[in-house]
Every structure is written in structure tokens, then in C-alpha cells.
């Protein structure tokens, strides 16, 4: 088989008809070598000094680049008091936990952890399970909870942990936030399957858009369904008190599962889901990532102070709302299409998947780091540069951006105007 490395992503290595892993590894190496020769591969470069909104990336020639790439929303991975609590715990227990849950590794501090997540979202400490990452409680918890008589009803934009977790089961897609496709799938799964699960995500980490929750949540309930909802880029951002996208719906006391990581806005490691009581204690004691896995560092005493921080100090958020509001206003005022965004997220959605990376290039040679995305992050057509702003961007770094987007917005057809033009 031969692939055209020019066209070529990155799935397509995935499985190669006749291929050994071996054969397939070599054939993927020559790919990533055209894709450096063509100027086009920004990926796992390395970062010299940690999360900030100006960080030192490279081995070669390392320099400084504003940041738009890690998920460090409110700053808080480099908060004196987030760190000091991180330290404290170090200092405590020692730097590790060396067992797994359910044999000898469930220490005091994961006990406080799992207090103190499932209070931020007013519920009792045995409502709520902790895990070492985001990705594992979506997988994990899918995992046990689905088996060959269910069924998971899943948003197409879901994240790729969600995908994973319904390896076991079965699963149908519908298209993204498309109420009347995700009707369609509940009536016809209605006698067909045991238990139907619908997982969206709060907010969708590709466009930054959010899901009707409340329309989703009436289906739920009309057809006797279970709602799963992963807001890991929402808590600690959106709501009236930082508890995410479901909290303006009035809806957190009623969603069955929602799940959510501590590697984002809390600015360190782990994942956890807050769901029924039973329902945490079965997967407690029956989800292999549980069982089998060992449970988080003690410098994971950061995420308490960081939980605690979100009421004691809101400032952080509203500095947030300022850089994304002016960040978005002044990215559509040169043209560029920002999309359905109402999150940190930031898409300028460009299409082509050439010219994103090319943008992309510009934008690093310019000082800026940001992610361009393509298939299969997203559709083949819809490539963007995917950017995270911080509460901890100054407004030069966002002007230094935007006038970086400016130029290259006169060498590249990828304003709203010039892509029309070009369909
Ligand atoms: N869900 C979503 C929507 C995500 O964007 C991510 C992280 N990219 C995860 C889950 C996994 O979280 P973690 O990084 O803690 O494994």
C-alpha cells in the first residue's frame, strides 16, 4: 500500500493492510521525516520551564513563545499557594503512593480530595470517585458501567476517552448537538438494549462550544435514558460560581455522572467523576483502573488548595472572561472565523489542512505557540489554529497575537471573507 504522505494523517498509520508493527513503524518514520522537511510538524516540542503564559520551548535552539497550548486556564499550576500545598503534601507523605487503591495506596489525602470535589459541586463525599487522569474516570468508568446488552449514545465530538470507554459495548454516534438525530437513536435503543447511557461533553475541547444540556436532559428523561456529562474545559471557567456548564442550568444535582479533571483548571493530575452514591461505590470497588492502578501523588494536595481558590479568589476567572472576550472581539474584527466558541477555547478556523500548518509555522517563527489541528482531531476540511487563553495572558501578549494573525492574514486566504472566495 502506499500512502501520499502529502494528503496523508496521522490515522492513517493507525493499520496498514499486510503491514507489521514493525513495517508500519519505519513507513510512519519516513512520513514524520517529510513532514519536518516540509516545515509542517509542531508537535511534542519541548517545553524548558513549565505552564505559564510565556514559556521557554525547544532543544535545539530553545527560546520564549506566548502560550496558547496548555489548559493551565487560571494560572493556577504556578499559584504560591496551589504550589505550597503541593510541596506540603510531598513533605507529608513522601513523593508517591506505590499501590493501588483498593490494596494499601488510599491515603488520608485522597480521602480529603474526594470530600472536597464532591462538595465544590454541593454533594456528599461517597458521591464522588477520584482517578489518576480525566482520561481513565471517562474510560474506566465506561467501561465497567457498559457491557454487551448497552448501549452509549455519544455526542461525535466526544473525547477520545469516551470513545475508548465504549470499547466493551455498543455505541452510536450522532452528529454534534443534533437534538433530533439523538431522539431518533433513543427510540429505536428504547427495547433494544439494557442500559442507554448519553455522554456529552460541557464543552466540546475542539470549537470550545457548549451543549444544550437542558434540551438533552429532557430526552434523557423522556426515554428513560442515563446522561453522562464530561465538562472538563468548563468547571472552574463557566457558572456563576466557577461549577462548570451545567451549573447555569440548574441541573447539577440531576446529571448521573459528570466527569472532569484536575489537569486543567486545578493545574495538576488526575481526573474524578461525581455521580449516585451506588453507583460510586460499584465503580470504587469494580473499575479496573481502581484495582489495578495505582492512585495519585500526595503533591495531588495542590487540587484542594486549587478547589478552595475558585471561591477565595474569583479574580482569576474574571481576568479569564476579559482576555477571552477581548481576544475573541478582536480576532473577528480582523475577519478571522472564531466559530461557536463560549469558552477559553479559541479556534480560528482556517479549513485547509496546509495552509493551518503553515499558519501555524508563521505564528511559532513569530514568537507565538499554538496548536494546529487537524483530521483526525477534526473533519479533513476543518482545520484550525487552536488556542487556550489564560488568565495569566497580558494584553501585549494578546496584541502581539492578534498582529501576528494580521499579517498572515494578508499572505494566506484565511479570513471569512477569503475562504468564501476560495470555495
Ligand atoms: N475530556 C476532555 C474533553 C479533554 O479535553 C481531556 C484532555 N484533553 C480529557 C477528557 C482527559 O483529561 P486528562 O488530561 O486529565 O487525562
Redesign the pocket.
Known amino acids: 500500500m502506499n500512502i501520499n504522505f502529502e494528503n496523508a494523517s496521522f490515522k492513517d498509520f493507525e493499520n496498514i493492510p499486510g503491514y507489521d508493527m514493525m513495517q508500519r513503524a519505519d513507513y510512519y518514520y519516513e512520513f514524520l521525516e517529510y513532514m519536518k522537511y516540509k516545515g509542517r510538524h509542531h508537535y511534542r516540542l519541548q517545553n524548558n520551564t513549565g505552564c505559564g503564559s510565556v514559556i521557554n520551548v525547544g532543544e535545539k535552539s530553545p527560546r520564549d513563545y506566548i502560550s496558547f497550548v496548555t489548559?493551565d486556564y487560571l494560572g493556577f499550576t504556578q499559584h504560591p499557594k496551589v504550589k505550597q500545598a503541593a510541596i506540603e503534601g510531598i513533605e507529608k507523605y513522601g513523593t508517591g503512593t506505590a499501590a493501588t487503591p483498593l490494596i494499601g495506596g488510599y491515603y488520608s489525602f485522597h480521602q480529603e480530595l474526594e470530600a472536597k470535589i464532591a462538595s465544590f459541586f454541593g454533594r456528599s463525599r461517597d458521591e464522588s470517585v477520584v482517578f489518576t487522569?480525566?482520561?481513565?474516570a471517562?474510560s474506566a468508568t465506561l467501561q465497567i458501567l457498559l457491557q454487551k446488552e448497552d448501549i452509549a449514545i455519544v455526542d461525535r465530538a466526544?473525547?477520545a476517552?469516551v470513545y475508548e470507554g465504549c470499547i466493551l459495548t455498543n455505541r452510536k454516534t450522532f452528529p454534534h448537538n443534533d437534538l433530533d438525530a439523538l431522539e431518533i437513536i433513543l427510540k429505536a435503543a428504547q427495547r433494544q438494549y439494557r442500559t442507554k447511557l448519553v455522554v456529552i461533553?460541557g464543552v466540546y475541547?475542539q470549537d470550545g462550544d457548549i451543549a444544550p444540556i437542558r434540551e438533552i436532559y429532557s430526552l434523557v428523561k423522556q426515554y428513560n435514558a442515563y446522561l453522562m456529562i464530561?465538562d472538563?474545559?468548563g468547571v472552574g471557567i463557566l457558572g456563576e460560581t466557577g461549577r462548570g456548564t451545567i451549573e447555569d442550568t440548574g441541573l447539577l444535582d440531576y446529571i448521573d455522572i459528570i466527569s472532569g479533571?484536575?489537569?486543567?483548571t486545578f493545574g495538576n493530575?488526575?481526573?474524578y467523576i461525581i455521580t449516585h452514591k451506588t453507583l460510586a461505590n460499584f465503580i470504587r470497588f469494580q473499575s479496573r483502573q481502581q484495582i489495578f492502578s495505582a492512585t495519585a501523588p500526595p503533591s495531588s494536595m495542590g487540587i484542594i488548595k486549587a478547589l478552595e481558590l475558585i471561591d477565595e479568589e474569583p479574580q482569576w476567572r474574571e481576568r479569564l472572561w476579559k482576555n477571552i472576550n477581548y481576544f475573541k472581539k478582536e480576532l473577528n474584527g480582523i475577519g478571522l472565523d472564531t466559530g461557536t466558541t463560549c469558552s477559553a477555547i479559541i479556534p480560528v478556523k482556517i479549513g485547509d489542512p496546509h495552509i493551518t500548518g503553515d499558519v501555524g509555522r508563521l505564528l511559532i517563527e513569530q514568537g507565538i505557540y499554538t496548536n494546529p489541528i487537524i483530521y483526525p482531531a477534526v473533519a479533513r476540511k476543518d482545520a484550525r489554529i487552536r488556542m487556550s487563553v489564560l488568565a495569566t495572558h497580558t494584553k501585549e501578549h494578546l496584541d502581539k497575537t492578534l498582529n501576528a494573525f494580521e499579517g498572515i492574514s494578508k499572505m494566506f486566504p484565511i479570513t471569512e471573507k477569503k475562504r468564501r472566495v476560495k470555495k
Not at 487522569?133 to 481513565?136: E, V
Not at 479533571?261 to 486543567?264: E, G, H, L, P, V
Request: glycine letters at 14%; a negative charge.
Open positions: 489548559s487522569t480525566g482520561y481513565t471517562n466526544v473525547h476517552s461533553d475541547s464530561d472538563v474545559h479533571t484536575f489537569s486543567k493530575l488526575g481526573g
